[in-house]
Antibody, heavy 126, light 112 residues
């Protein structure tokens, strides 16, 4: 059974930093790209970042580019999101999600998210 | 502001059929890119409901079906049940965007 368990969400002040983690199990982690997707309170889904199966390629939404860094440790079956210079508008539930394509390194026009974690809440407030 | 537009809400009585539209453009759905659908029950994470326009993952009831035509896609729920009350999101790829993955605006389905 595929499981994705996020952690690390807390209340942080504007301008602060935070590192989210996602522990994966139930599939061959280093075969798949992974994503972070966020959802602000009462709002829709927003894709945040993608990392290829080997960590060699990363992609970001314009809203977080230059502030967030996605990474992975395949030896630990773990995905990370380093979040710096946090803003109030970054307040959201952050989900990690597994890419549908084995060996994927980016967007191909038909990728989707076949498994999601339960999310971890990040609140940016003074 | 998403490039995929969905109605904010749809509703129906138990047993009825409801449809949710996902309207895009020539740079996403109209370009032939796949549309996928997710169901988000209250207080839970999104779950894959339909992939590749019309395919159901294992375990998804056949009451749910997807289709695509032109620059739009649709999700249909037949025999609506109380447990179908949730938010539904479409997702596709847009070749005109630097971050090409896009989600729809989301639709709240209410079972009357």
């Amino acid at each position: 059974e595929v499981q994705l368990v996020e952690s690390g969400g807390v209340v942080v002040q504007p301008g602060g930093s935070l590192r989210l983690s996602c522990a994966a199990s139930g599939f061959t982690f280093d075969d798949y790209a992974m994503h972070w997707v966020r959802q602000a309170p009462g709002k829709g889904l927003e894709w945040v970042s993608l990392i290829s199966w080997d960590g060699g390629s990363t992609y970001y939404a314009d809203s977080v580019k230059g502030r967030f860094t996605i990474s992975r440790d395949n030896s630990k079956n773990s995905l990370y999101l380093q979040m710096n210079s946090l803003r109030a508008e970054d307040t959201a539930l952050y989900y990690c999600a597994k890419d549908s394509l084995e060996g994927s390194s980016g967007w191909y026009g038909y990728n989707y998210f076949d498994y999601w974690g339960q999310g971890t809440l990040v609140t940016v407030s003074s | 502001q998403s490039v995929l537009t969905q109605p904010p809400s749809v509703s129906g009585a138990p047993g009825q059929r409801v449809t949710i539209s996902c309207t895009g453009s020539s740079s996403n759905i109209g370009a032939g890119y796949d549309v996928h659908w997710y169901q988000q029950l209250p207080g839970t994470a999104p779950k894959l409901l339909i992939y590749g326009n019309s395919n159901r993952p294992s375990g998804v009831p056949d009451r749910f079906s997807g289709s695509k035509s032109g620059t739009s896609a649709s999700l249909a729920i037949t025999g609506l049940q109380a447990e179908d009350e949730a938010d539904y999101y479409c997702q596709s790829y847009d070749s005109s965007l630097s971050a090409p993955n896009v989600f729809g605006t989301g639709t709240k389905v209410t079972v009357l």
